[in-house]
């Protein structure tokens, strides 16, 4: 709506006329009176930060019956403020921008009665930040469920995802040039249409650690005995020095391919150490999420024998991480503890885990965890992902997370939720 110059103050009084409103606030009324009309007033209005602008200005217009002389309005109690009287009715634009998370009130009077006619709330929060990521397992992911992506980003629009593809689809003997042209083709699609990021996954696959010059390690399995492919082995068997030279290899494979250094990364089985992150922050990496939800991988609990699976080593690496974890800096001794010194990388824990091992109803737990429905005091973050590959049967459970998530978009004004990407996580969450 187009409004005179006269409304550009932080609260605007009438640009003449009636002498102003009282300095006390009426009383509330006990229910709005339907003869008044009241929009632009939404539910939620959002507190900026460096990496989200805020949403700091209310502007509503309110219809009055015929011969009403002037309206007034109060927030939070403070001092009345006169709506400016135009042909299609009376205007009101306050800046939000002090206020801060929490309920706040307006309340309307007309020509200076003592009980207000109305009274509307709305809420100032800061964002709840919703990550999506994939985890490329595999050399190539399959046709179908990249697809899949294409059906995400048409039914959410709004959605950015962070794609963590793996180096071994550029060292894959069983890979054909043409079909890694069409993977990289694809990854540059998602990244330059839809906004999404490329960032970096490892599985120690042998042919991508051979290719990097490092011996392939293929006894340190978190599944089997031996695992003559490595793609099961933990991370932490390569130690800060070799995992650097995979990380800067990777880097160079990305590069050479147009899709650019990756700068946020998650661990092959989450298996990430301290040497790994180390090694990460060393090459330039800004965010991690190999800090995981551990509880949601049950599926991994192993019925009998051996204490050395999945499940059992991250329970152990990861024993506080929870539904409600959320980002930190990582003591450069201890992945779990945010005491100095730190790393310069910020760990953003996956608390929603993989839709491969939780269901929506799950998920909308730790969703619900993280929001109750009230005003956030800060900024947080909820993280999921889901593994592409050609096996790929988890789209209902992705599809029937974000519809929830949807519905609470702070750039509609219902709730907190923003989109976002890994890498941009540092500039709200900074040191």
Sequence with gaps: MRLPACLALLLLAACGGESGPAAEPPATPAENDPAYTIVGVDGWYLIGNALTPGQDTLTARVTAPAGTGFVDAWLDGGPGVRLHDQS????????????????????????????????????????????????????????????????????????????????????????????????????????????????????????????????????????????????????????????????????????????????????????????????????????????????????????????????????????????????????DGDVLSSAGPTLSILEVPDNAAMVDYVSVEEMNEVFTANWDGTALEAPRTLMMGWHPSPQFAYGPRVQGLFTITDRFQAQHHDGPVVYALLRDMPTVFGR
């Design 88 to 331: 299609d009715g009376f205007y009101l634009q306050t800046e939000l921008g002090d206020l801060g998370p929490g309920p706040h009130e307006l309340l309307f009077a007309a020509d200076g009665a003592d009980v207000a006619f109305a009274r509307v709330e709305f809420q100032r929060t800061h964002p709840l930040y919703v990550l999506a990521t994939t985890d490329w397992d595999y050399s190539d992911a399959g046709q179908a469920a990249m697809d899949f992506h294409d059906d995400v980003h048409a039914d959410h629009p709004d959605l950015m995802i962070t794609h963590f593809i793996g180096p071994y689809t550029f060292t894959d003997p069983a890979l054909s040039a043409a079909r890694v042209t069409e993977i990289v083709d694809w990854a540059k699609r998602m990244r330059d249409q839809h906004g999404d990021e490329i960032g970096l996954h490892i599985h120690p696959y042998c042919h991508f650690v051979e290719y990097a010059g490092v011996t392939c390690n293929t006894d340190d399995s978190l599944v089997y005995e031996s695992d003559t492919s490595g793609y099961s082995v933990g991370l932490f068997a390569y130690g800060e020095q070799d995992f650097g030279t995979l990380l800067r290899t990777a880097d160079t494979l990305f590069e050479d391919h147009g899709l650019g250094k990756p700068v946020t990364f998650r661990a092959g089985a989450w298996t990430a150490t301290i040497d790994v992150l180390r090694a990460l922050a060393d090459d330039g990496f800004v965010a991690d999420t190999s800090a995981v939800h551990w509880a949601k991988l049950e599926e991994w609990i192993p019925e009998l024998g051996s204490a050395w699976t999945l499940y059992q080593w991250n329970m152990a690496q990861w024993s506080s991480i929870g539904a409600t974890s959320q980002p930190y800096y990582p003591n």
